[in-house]
């Protein structure tokens, strides 16, 4: 049974910065079954942004409105994916989840890390 697990969410004042971290369970972010690893976020009535999206060739994808400032990576040694976000505006606030879509289009969540951010 493939986990997700983001930790790393809290309180920041505009400018600030936070990282964010999920690990996975029941599944290794490099096994070949993997298609890509993303982040998303979701606002108070509104749907899912996708905010970055990783694959394990190493290529990466940003979302306008976060290039220059959030920064993806991966560890396989501790199969977890990260969030770098630095210059945090309060539109960024939102919950933010990792998502993990394999090749056979599965989609696999985790449960979701507040991100506040004070003007």
């Known amino acids: 049974q493939v986990q997700l697990a983001e930790s790393g969410g809290g309180s920041v004042q505009a400018g600030g910065s936070l990282r964010l971290s999920c690990v996975a369970s029941?599944?290794?972010?490099?096994?070949?079954?993997?298609?890509?690893m993303r982040w998303f976020r979701q606002r108070p009535g509104n749907g899912r942004e996708l905010v970055a999206s990783?694959?394990?060739?190493?290529?990466?994808v940003y979302a306008d409105s976060v290039k220059g400032r959030f920064t993806m990576s991966k560890d396989d040694a501790k199969n977890a994916i990260y969030l770098q976000m630095s210059s945090l505006q309060p539109e960024d606030a939102a919950v933010y989840l990792c998502n993990l879509k394999t090749w056979g289009n599965a989609n696999h969540w985790g449960q979701g890390t507040q991100v506040t951010v004070s003007p």
């Open positions: 990783l694959r394990n060739s190493g290529s990466t």
């Open positions: 029941g599944i290794l972010f490099n096994n070949r079954m993997v298609d890509v």
